[in-house]
Each structure stands twice: as structure tokens, then as C-alpha cells.
């Protein structure tokens, strides 16, 4: 009699076990899924461009439902597996074509270009990158549909492995990058096949691919074996890529052009590393110690036989602002490799404050792998360095500064492109500018360099903000405010541009010293200096007009309503500064017959 008891005994457990490793595996499966979805959307921002980050929601909808349909139409075929030995096998299968889905993201070039061949290879991204949702879709729907009785449970443990995946994003991604987080989704689906396994054979198998996984991400630590191969169309896995470190925020990697080293962003943005001691910054120095194209032009090392740092340095449109304050204090937005900061130091300035949002660019290069070869420029004493959001920063400071300088904190070639059109940007809204100008001296002014385009578009709005923002502050008529500096005519995209804005107007002395210093370097142009507007209008230099013909309408937004580009302030209800696009250019477009009118 005692046998039969044992025996039901043991088939209790194992119905009260079933429900359990139902529930384990309903939720290592939405970890792992929901966690390979966000991995992607940073992996795309590298290797494709900011807005196909998106394409990662729209991949995981799509793989989901097409599972769905699939579980649906093929539900007599599935019925011959039990729904743990489905479940076991299709995320063991997972596991594998996770990691076979990220090879191939790696190894697809795709560029910002209309052709058959491009389009072929993104679809095959995203039909690729589609095939693990569409396993976890198929999976979900067996489970939910078989496992009626338990619905509520199930849903409750898909929203904790969801949850859990969002928590674990952002370390993971600090901790073992972007390629990695990848993997380890992969390994939490292998743990997944294990919890819902039946047999013996299943576990063994579950459990050699999660050891497997689980290797392959501790020899891929550094991402020395897996990692970036191709971005925006290009191959990055080249010799001169000299160090590469991934974070929640971006991917950072060093780079060597000719004698110079530069730190790139997610494939893209770059700023140099400045090779320079600063006290001798006046001094000749050999090539070797230059960059190739800080002051904007690029010089041929084979030829010279020196290099004048400050020559160079000073012959940027950004350093009108050290012109006019070569001894004040800054509060640098975005210092990156640390030019501005070099300029500001060199020139006397006793206090710089840099505000960096990423931690690899201010502590892992610059104080870090290339302290020394940046002569340990962020651990000068007059040089206080900040990690976190510039604008932020700015509000909960109690400080005032002379100088608050934001050079080219975005990248031209993507907002060229329209990637960044749609993205938001807080440090140029309104209510940014507002406290920027609260957080100046009474004399202080903003700095703001941005790339320019042909027909103006981003430095023009730069003004229309700063010209609202004034008005906000009582200034009813702010011509005799602004001083803008162009590198070079407006008869190309790609010009930076310096927009000077001041609490109080320019005064006479300031004034000559800015005419002074655009003698000096004859590159630099004026395109608004107060009290020189009849000079200004009779230069026929394309773009200049623009600028002094907002400056003088004194209303932002009437004269953007008249302009062909949407230029007029924004806030941060909607912070798209980068939208300067007009419906009206699309309908010109297509009226003409042609791109006319498309330009973003």
C-alpha cells in the first residue's frame, strides 16, 4: 500500500514543479527579448544612424505578430510537442540565432544611400534581426493560448522578466558593452530552454549552450572578438582605431589621423585630443604635435616644419569668445577632447568648469588612457571637470561665469542627413537659454558654435532663440547684443559658426577688439558685428543677409514664418531644434519635378 502513496507523491511535486518552470521560463523569455530589443536600439544608433534606433521596436512588432500568425495557422503541427518541450527547444534555437543575428548586424554595411544594393542589404538586417522575436511571438502564443487556466500568473511573470530587462540594460551595457548585452540575451534565453526543459537530453543541451554563451561573453570583454565591423556604410575595424569602450550612452572609440588622436562617437561626431602642454601653447612645436584640422583647415605635415598652436587655435570661430574674455571665467558644455579648454587656459583664464555628459570621454580617455597625452589638461588646478547633463549642470550651479560655450555639441553630418531632425535637444531651447543667461556675470555672454549651412538654418535659429530669450528678459530691442563670426563665406554646408549673445550690449572697446582679431585672420567673416550693418549689407557673401535681416526685424518668429526654413524659437514642450524642416520645400519639390526644395 505504501508504494502507490510514494508514487502520487512524486507525480504531486511534479505537477506543482510544472507551473513553477512555466512561469521561470515565461519570464527568462521576456528578459531575454525585451533585453536584445534595447541592446539593438544602442547597436543601431552605431552602426546605422540616431533615428534607426527606432527600427528596433518596429522589428520586435513585427517579429512578434508574424509568430503569432504563425503559431495560429501552424497550431495542429505544434500540438504534437508538449509546451515545455516546445518551449525548451525553440529557446535553445533562440539562443543560437541570437548570436547569429548579431554577426550578421555587425557584418551588413548600410549608408544613407538611394540604391537597390543598400536597400537589399538594410531589408536583410531587418529581416535578420526580426527572427528572434518571431521564435519568442510563436512561443507566447502557444503558452497563453494552452495555458489558459494560468493567465493571469503567465502575464504577471512577462511583465517582471520585462521590467527586470530595463532595469539591467544600462549596467549591462556600462559594464560589457553593446555587442555583449546582446549575447548575454542570448544567454538568458539558453537559462530559459533550461527551466522549461523536460528530459535529460534537453537540460544537457539548455545547459552546454548557456556555459557556451556565458564564455563567449568573458572572452568578448574587451571587444576584442566581437564588436563594430561596419558603421554608417564603413568599415570601423581598422588599424587606426587605437582604443573603443561602450556605455549606456554611446559607443567612444580613439582614433589616429595622421599625427593626431581623435575621440569618435558612435562612428561619428569627433573632437581631438589636444596633444598640447598650454603654457607653451605660443611656441613652434615639431608636426608631430599637432592636430590636422583643429583651427578648420588642414595643413600638410610632409611640408611644415613647425606648428603655432595658438596661431591655429585662435583662428576658430570659437575663440572670439577668448578674445573677448581672455581672462574670465568659462563653463564649457561639452568639452570633449578639449579644445575650448586649451583656448580658454591658454589665454589666462583662472577658472574653467567643463561639463561632460560622458564618463569614457571625461574619465576613461582624458583622465585616463590619454592623460598623459593630453599633458593632463583635466587635472590642471583652474580646470574643474563635471560628468553629467550640461544644462543640468548649469541650473543647479550657484555660480556665475563669464563665458557659458557650447562649440558644436551635435554632429553636422547627421543633422545634414536629417538623422538628428526628429531627435529632442534640451540644451537649445528657450528655457535653456533663459538659464544661461541667469547664470552669467552682468557683462557674461553665451557662445554658441554651430555648423551652418548654405542657406542658414541651425547658428540663424541659435539667433532667433537667444533673441526671444532676451525679449523674455526685458531687452526690447537686443541689435547691439549679438556678435556672429562665420569660418569662411556661407557659400557652403559645413561652416561653423559662432553666435555671441550678451546680457547687456557690446560696448566700443569689445567691438574693436573683434574687428581686430578678424584682421588678423582674414578667414574668419563677420556676419553681424553691432553697429556695422552698412558694412555688413554691402558684403556679398551668401548667408549674411539672413542673419542681420532677423536681427534687425526683432521678431524670431514673424521672420521665420517668412523664411523658407523653420527657424523660429522652440521650447521644451517641443525641443526639436533640429527640425527646420518646411512642408512647403517638399510641395516645391514635387511642383518642379524634381529634389528642389528637399534639402533638410
Request: glycine share 8%.
Amino acid at each position: 500500500m505504501s508504494e502507490p502513496a510514494i508514487l502520487t507523491a512524486s507525480q504531486a511535486n511534479a505537477a506543482s514543479s510544472a507551473p513553477r518552470r512555466l512561469l521561470a521560463g515565461m519570464a527568462l523569455v521576456s528578459l531575454a527579448s525585451l533585453l536584445l530589443e534595447l541592446a539593438l536600439t544602442r547597436l543601431f544608433s552605431v552602426i546605422l544612424f540616431y533615428h534607426f534606433a527606432f527600427l528596433a521596436i518596429s522589428i520586435a512588432l513585427l517579429g512578434l505578430g508574424a509568430g503569432g500568425v504563425f503559431a495560429f495557422v501552424r497550431r495542429d503541427w505544434l500540438a504534437r510537442w508538449s509546451t515545455r518541450s516546445l518551449g525548451a527547444g525553440v529557446c535553445s534555437i533562440n539562443a543560437v540565432l541570437i548570436v547569429v543575428v548579431l554577426e550578421i548586424v555587425l557584418h551588413v554595411p548600410v549608408a544613407l544611400d538611394l540604391s537597390k544594393a543598400n536597400f537589399l542589404r538594410l531589408t536583410v538586417l531587418y529581416l535578420a534581426a526580426a527572427a528572434p522575436f518571431f521564435l519568442t511571438g510563436l512561443l507566447f502564443s502557444v503558452v497563453f493560448g494552452r495555458e489558459a487556466g494560468m493567465i493571469t500568473r503567465l502575464y504577471g511573470a512577462d511583465l517582471a522578466g520585462g521590467a527586470s530587462a530595463c532595469l539591467l540594460v544600462v549596467p549591462l551595457l556600462n559594464w560589457i558593452g553593446g555587442p555583449n548585452a546582446v549575447v548575454f540575451a542570448a544567454l538568458i534565453m539558453a537559462l530559459a530552454g533550461l527551466a522549461w526543459a523536460e528530459t535529460q537530453r534537453s537540460r544537457r543541451v539548455a545547459t552546454a549552450l548557456a556555459v557556451i554563451v556565458l564564455l563567449l561573453i568573458a572572452a568578448n570583454y574587451r571587444g576584442r572578438l566581437i564588436d563594430i565591423v561596419y558603421a554608417k556604410g564603413e568599415r570601423r575595424d581598422q588599424p587606426w582605431m587605437l582604443w573603443a569602450r561602450w556605455n549606456a550612452i554611446s559607443r567612444v572609440e580613439v582614433d589616429q589621423v595622421g599625427q593626431s588622436k581623435y575621440i569618435v562617437i558612435d562612428a561619428d561626431a569627433s573632437t581631438a585630443i589636444m596633444n598640447v602642454d598650454p603654457a607653451r601653447w605660443a611656441e613652434t612645436q615639431a608636426p608631430a604635435q599637432g592636430a590636422d584640422h583643429v583651427g578648420g583647415q588642414t595643413r600638410d605635415e610632409s611640408k611644415a616644419e613647425g606648428y603655432n598652436w595658438k596661431k591655429d587655435l585662435m583662428s576658430a570661430v570659437p575663440a572670439i569668445a577668448n578674445v573677448l574674455r581672455p581672462r574670465g571665467d568659462f563653463a564649457i558644455i561639452g568639452p570633449g577632447g578639449g579644445v575650448d579648454v586649451l583656448r580658454a587656459v591658454a589665454n589666462g583664464s583662472p577658472s574653467v568648469t567643463g561639463i561632460e555628459i560622458n564618463p569614457l570621454i571625461a574619465d576613461d580617455v582624458m583622465r585616463g588612457a590619454y592623460a598623459d597625452y593630453s599633458h593632463h589638461l583635466y587635472e590642471l588646478p583652474q580646470v574643474h571637470m563635471h560628468v553629467g547633463d550640461g544644462r543640468s549642470w548649469i541650473r543647479a550651479s550657484t555660480d556665475k561665469y563669464d563665458v557659458i560655450q557650447m562649440t558644436l555639441v551635435d554632429t553636422w553630418a547627421s543633422t545634414a542627413a536629417g538623422a538628428f531632425a526628429l531627435s529632442e535637444n534640451n540644451l537649445y531651447t528657450l528655457e535653456a537659454f533663459r538659464e544661461y543667461f541667469d547664470h552669467l556675470k552682468p557683462d557674461g555672454f553665451i557662445a554658441i558654435t554651430r555648423w551652418e549651412f548654405a542657406k542658414p538654418r541651425e547658428a540663424l535659429r541659435v539667433v532667433a532663440q537667444a533673441i526671444e530669450a532676451l525679449h523674455r528678459m526685458g531687452i526690447a530691442s537686443p541689435a547691439q547684443h549679438f556678435v556672429i563670426v562665420s569660418d569662411g563665406p556661407l557659400d557652403a554646408d559645413g561652416r561653423p559658426v559662432a553666435v555671441l549673445a550678451k546680457n547687456t550690449p557690446f560696448t566700443a572697446e569689445e567691438i574693436r577688439a573683434v574687428r581686430a582679431h578678424l584682421e588678423a585672420f582674414p578667414r574668419l567673416r563677420p556676419l553681424y558685428v553691432p553697429e556695422s550693418e552698412t558694412e555688413i549689407l554691402a558684403d556679398d557673401s551668401p548667408g549674411t543677409i539672413e542673419f542681420i535681416r532677423l536681427i534687425l526685424k526683432n521678431d524670431a518668429r514673424g521672420f521665420a514664418r517668412e523664411y523658407p526654413y523653420q527657424v523660429a524659437p522652440v521650447g521644451d514642450d517641443a525641443p526639436f531644434f533640429f527640425f527646420t524642416f518646411k512642408t512647403g520645400q517638399a510641395l516645391k519639390g514635387v511642383l518642379e519635378g524634381s529634389g528642389a526644395g528637399m534639402d533638410w
